[in-house]
């Protein structure tokens, strides 16, 4: 099937047109000639790449939706797939956890989850890729990540390691502490009432009381000499298919270089400032949260996206807990004057292509995959989502005029 796009302002690399866009059998042919197939009105409206979240784990609200609540995977997945649609997205690497708490983010869970999206792919609107959220000292997780790196999801990895984040002492802010598997890495004690107060939502998310939550907490802590060989087996997995690979929650450069000498040229979240400067410095990709964007600073304390958007040490966006925080984070971002538009929108799709090694999407070129999102986005008002086209074809449309 041949489509025509007309009248729209024009998202392309490095300029914004008023021009035609073609597409033909899932990929654009041509770009400022005559109409051909079924024409497309964009009069008024802007037609750009669609959005690449490389992170999100807002599904977790569609399979959990109240404390200890469960709903069957493929209801969960359905839902979050049209949810994806009509916030433009068509590239969503969903942040599943490996961890070794039991309840929504555990390793069996993972697996079952990872297993339902393969199977329902021929169901889903979008293209449904994985992130893998290994939780450093879940090594039962092994297994599944070795699996899932060999199958048709094409995941990219996470390494993520809350475990020492909730052992640090507490006198440490969370974006100061030391890089984890440093010697001077600072612990808690597992004994102190903060504990109890640290580990309350964990516990309540696991299902398990504090006392036992805490308990397993220590049983786990006891692996820590093993995890740098484990970090290693698993860099050397996604290494062998070519998998992106990211390191999460940096606070210092001495994290980044380390996994960065793994492979993981992707630091997602940074939360200080050495921690970004590592990163640019040494020619990595830089992730920050959308949700930080469109609040004005991090709900936790750590940088500003927005400052570091407007600094150029930001390449890409993600969803991170809320899908439509993407539209939302660029609309605040031209309303403060952080950079152009066309600037904001790389963010979210040539930067996170880049991001997890998407050559065939991520801008309106010829011979790019024809993923495309009309919008409306007016001045002074929020963007919205007029229609959604993955590979050509209508994933999601609100107006009678989007053929």
Not at 279 to 292: E, S, V
Request: glycine fraction near 8%; proline fraction near 4%; charged fraction near 25%.
């Amino acid at each position: 099937m041949t489509q025509t796009f007309v009248g729209a302002e024009v998202y392309l690399p490095g300029e914004i047109a008023n021009t035609t866009v073609t597409v033909a059998d899932g990929v654009i042919v041509e770009i400022g000639g005559a109409v051909q197939g079924v024409e497309i009105s964009g009069h008024g409206k802007i037609l750009a790449p669609a959005i690449i979240d490389v992170h999100g784990d807002a599904f977790e609200r569609q399979l959990m939706p109240r404390p200890g609540v469960y709903f069957p995977m493929e209801v969960a997945l359905i839902d979050t797939d049209r949810q994806l649609a009509a916030n433009g997205i068509t590239t969503a690497y969903h942040a599943v956890t490996l961890g070794w708490e039991p309840g929504l983010r555990n390793v069996a869970r993972g697996r079952e989850l990872i297993q339902s999206i393969q199977d329902l792919a021929p169901r889903l609107t979008v293209e449904n890729r994985v992130q893998l959220r290994w939780e450093t000292f879940a090594f039962e997780a092994l297994d599944v990540i070795e699996l899932a790196l060999k199958g048709p999801l094409l995941p990219s990895v996470a390494f993520n390691d809350h475990t020492s984040m909730t052992m640090r002492a507490y006198d440490v802010p969370v974006q100061e502490r030391e890089f984890e598997l440093s010697p001077d890495f600072s612990i808690a004690s597992l004994d102190d009432d903060r504990m109890k107060q640290r580990t309350l939502s964990k516990a309540q998310r696991a299902g398990l009381s504090q006392e036992d939550y805490i308990a397993m907490l220590g049983k786990v802590w006891d692996r820590r000499s093993e995890v740098p060989n484990k970090i290693s087996e698993v860099a050397r997995m996604a290494s062998a298919v070519e998998a992106p690979m990211l390191s999460h929650d940096d606070t210092r450069a001495d994290t980044r270089g380390y996994f960065r000498n793994l492979g993981a040229s992707v630091a997602e979240f940074p939360m200080v400032m050495e921690a970004v400067e590592a990163a640019r410095k040494h020619g990595d990709l830089i992730i920050l949260g959308a949700p930080n964007a469109a609040r004005g600073g991090s709900h936790i304390g750590s940088i500003g996206a927005a400052d570091m958007v407007e600094a150029g040490l930001c390449d890409a966006l993600a969803s991170d807990y809320f899908y439509p925080a993407m539209l939302a984070a660029i609309d605040r971002l031209d309303r403060e004057k952080r950079a152009d538009r066309a600037t904001l929108w790389s963010l979210l799709s040539s930067g996170p292509a880049r991001a997890m090694r998407l050559n065939d999407r991520g801008s309106i070129t010829i011979g790019s995959r024809a993923d495309l999102v009309l919008v409306d986005w007016t001045k002074g008002q929020a963007p919205v989502i007029e229609g959604t086209w993955i590979a050509g074809r209508a994933a999601y449309r609100i107006k009678n005029h989007l053929n």
